[in-house]
């Protein structure tokens, strides 16, 4: 009587493992399930940052030689661009910090830094 208790026993563990494992695997696959799933929706409402009709300009800087009547006024309105500076004032604080002028005033034969906005070179 003990060794038909005792194969009961061991039978119905081997039972219960084996519902565990399942149970296991099926949590296990659940959970990948669910991840791929989260994964495809976030992934899904991704948005680009840029949209490909619109225009990407990228800022260089070129030197000039300042020629007679050229002031910083006239630069700021060829190459400030409003899309790029608040004013012509701000380019102009722009162009004087960088080419150290301590004022507006630019003088015929002074080589200058101007900055500008252009689309990428080949």
Not at 6 to 33: D, P, T, V, Y
Not at 65 to 90: C, F, P
Not at 94 to 103: G, K, Q, R, Y
């Amino acid at each position: 009587m003990n060794a038909r208790v005792s194969e009961r026993r061991i039978r119905n563990n081997r039972i219960r493992r084996q519902r565990e494992l399942r149970r296991h695997i099926l949590i296990c696959f659940s959970a990948i399930a669910f991840a791929i799933c989260l994964s495809f929706i976030f992934f899904s409402f991704g948005t680009k940052a840029q949209s490909n009709d619109e225009e990407i300009l990228y800022k260089y800087y070129k030197s000039i030689v300042v020629e007679e009547g050229d002031t910083l006024w006239g630069y700021a309105e060829i190459y400030g661009e409003e899309s790029h500076y608040d004013s012509h004032q701000e380019y102009i604080d722009e162009v004087m910090n960088m080419n150290s002028l301590t004022d507006e005033n630019i003088t015929a034969g002074q080589h200058i830094i101007l900055p500008y906005y252009s689309p990428q070179f080949s």
